[in-house]
């Protein structure tokens, strides 16, 4: 079957790896990802990956414990090198070459990153991990997965969450709320949806780079949207 998508990058929560037991890294839910990832390396798709760090620390709950922000950004960049690091594992134990790039300089365990380096990894079919955000404080990782995506030139950012789609309001908490098939960057504005934070959103938006926003923990998920199917929301033009 053709591919809809050759170069993907994959945005995950830090929260997403907790799985059932409420902190941490969940050893079933690394498992996950590696498979879901594993299978579309298989296919020749190639992939790029940013995760989030706040499974272990949030740089901005740092100010409410006393932690100064810009530190607290910090620490929440090298959260996210530990679940990097984590999913690295992972996928190679299932026989996945990776490369663990990162924003800040940590030759022991990763590679700094360098644009041309990293699209070279990925022509050579090895999953591209990006840690440490940006590298810089006052940025997210929706930040990060935004500009990276568009330095390594990924055809779309495939954000996986707990739920299948952008909903007119919080489905978790507002049972009424609609889900969208496919909204354009201005109709999210206009809705004051929550699909990224701003930053990240507008560089999407400028740069025609589509973000697909959907259920990461259904595992057939990430296949069918590589391979066309309409799986959770699309936002383009």
């Known amino acids: 079957m053709p591919l809809k998508y050759k170069r993907i990058l994959?945005?995950?929560?830090?929260?997403s790896l907790v799985g059932e037991q409420g902190f941490g890294i969940s050893p079933e839910m690394l498992k996950l990802y590696a498979l879901q990832i594993?299978?579309?390396?298989?296919?020749?798709?190639?992939?790029?990956v940013v995760i989030g760090g706040g499974n272990i620390f949030r740089g901005l709950q740092a100010e409410s414990s006393g932690i100064?922000?810009?530190q607290g950004?910090?620490?929440?960049?090298?959260?996210?090198?530990?679940?990097?690091?984590?999913?690295?594992?992972?996928?190679e134990q299932r026989g996945v070459f990776t490369r663990l790039v990162t924003a800040i300089k940590m030759e022991q365990i990763?590679?700094?990153?360098?644009?041309?380096?990293?699209?070279?990894?990925l022509e050579k079919g090895r999953v591209v991990i990006f840690s440490a955000g940006t590298g810089s404080p006052y940025f997210t990782t929706d930040s990060a997965a935004a500009l990276r995506a568009n330095e390594?030139?990924?055809d779309v950012i495939l954000?996986?969450?707990?739920?299948?789609?952008?909903y007119s309001a919080d489905p978790e908490k507002d049972p009424s709320a609609t889900k969208f098939d496919t909204l354009t960057f201005n109709r999210v504005i206009n809705?004051?949806?929550?699909?990224?934070?701003?930053?990240?959103?507008?560089?999407?938006?400028?740069?025609?780079l589509p973000i697909i926003v959907f259920d990461i923990n259904k595992r057939e998920n990430l296949l069918r949207i590589v391979q066309g199917d309409n799986i959770g929301t699309l936002v383009e033009g």
């Open 10 to 15: 994959l945005k995950l929560s830090g929260e």
């Open 73 to 91: 950004d910090y620490m929440g960049m090298m959260a996210t090198v530990i679940n990097g690091m984590a999913l690295q594992s992972a996928l």
């Open 191 to 208: 809705l004051n949806l929550n699909v990224m934070d701003m930053t990240a959103f507008t560089l999407c938006r400028e740069n025609d």
């Open 152 to 154: 390594i030139c990924a």
């Open 38 to 48: 594993q299978e579309l390396r298989d296919l020749g798709v190639e992939i790029a």
């Open 159 to 166: 954000k996986g969450t707990r739920v299948d789609g952008i």
């Open 110 to 121: 990763a590679e700094p990153y360098i644009r041309r380096r990293a699209i070279r990894h």
């Open 68 to 70: 100064e922000r810009v």
